[in-house]
């Protein structure tokens, strides 16, 4: 498991058995190799991070922001961890960074960054603001960069396939093209559908989306039909990680600052 920690944030690595194992062994000292939680180099002020799987080239990259640079890192399996490929210069990074969504084009290695997404004087078109992570420079092709005023408040941009986005606002989800324009049906009907309710986060599914709230989740098809409801009131909700398991806190309401547990939902897998 990979985490944001610290007082001044930095990228961690758990081994989540080890973690477990540790409760209960009497030895105190490891070697730095063996410690169930290591710092990962080079990473201390990354405030935000995202992890994607190229299905098309079988790879995994984890990428996040350190001041006005985004790092690439390559899962490596004979050393079980995260190995940096790449940092880029994205002279235009906002500040702070609210939307950190990873795209994959079946043609590249490496995944664009959508950093934000704008209103335009089109309803129909939304301006993305892309960092292609591809180019050969250590600098960035930004796409539309744009002030952080101008920001639509996003709770995520979900890959829908390699020729479509969902941007999940707040309250509803819009389905637009690459180029941010807005997808309408033959007979005229945006491709829309509200969740209604205010959520959280969004995990991306084979044929739905699952939409975090503060006291539950929803399931949602890309037509607006609900798949399943969860609405549960003495306990508060967080989801904490998407990679292949989807893994939520749970707190009780009436005592936000308890120990929580940690939930593992089973029969869902991130595709995203």
């Known amino acids: 498991m990979m985490s944001i920690s610290g007082r001044h944030p930095q990228l961690f690595s758990h081994n989540l058995i080890s973690l477990m194992k540790s409760r209960t062994s009497q030895t105190r000292f490891l070697h730095k190799r063996f410690q169930p939680t290591v710092k990962v180099p080079d990473t201390r002020g990354c405030c935000i991070a995202s992890v994607v799987r ?32 790449k940092r880029v210069e994205v002279p235009c990074m906002p500040n ?30 939304y301006k993305l603001h892309l960092v292609n992570l591809n180019e050969d420079s250590s600098s960035s092709w930004y796409t539309n960069p744009c002030r952080l005023e101008d920001q639509l408040q996003v709770i995520k941009v979900v890959q829908l396939d390699t020729r479509s986005l969902l941007i999940c606002f707040p309250t509803h989800a819009t389905m637009v093209n690459m180029n941010g324009r807005v997808l309408v049906s033959r007979d005229g009907r945006i491709a829309k559908f509200p969740f209604d309710t205010t959520v959280d986060s969004i995990v991306r599914l084979p044929d739905s989306v699952l939409a975090f709230h503060t006291h539950g989740l929803r399931g949602i098809d890309f037509f607006g039909r609900i798949t399943q409801d969860i609405d549960d009131d003495k306990h508060v909700y967080r989801l904490l990680g998407s990679d292949r398991n989807i ?4 707190r009780p309401s009436d005592d936000p600052m308890s120990n929580s547990n940690l939930l593992i939902l089973v029969g869902h897998e991130d595709s995203s």
């Open 54 to 85: 190229n299905q098309f080239k079988g790879m995994k990259y984890l990428c996040g922001t350190i001041a006005k640079s985004i790092f690439v890192m390559e899962w490596y399996n004979p050393r079980n961890t995260f190995i940096e490929v």
């Open 96 to 125: 702070p960074v609210l939307n950190f969504d990873l795209i994959i084009n079946p043609n590249q290695n490496l995944p664009t960054v959508c950093l934000g997404v704008s209103s335009t004087s089109d309803p129909l078109v």
């Open 247 to 250: 893994v939520v806190e749970s």
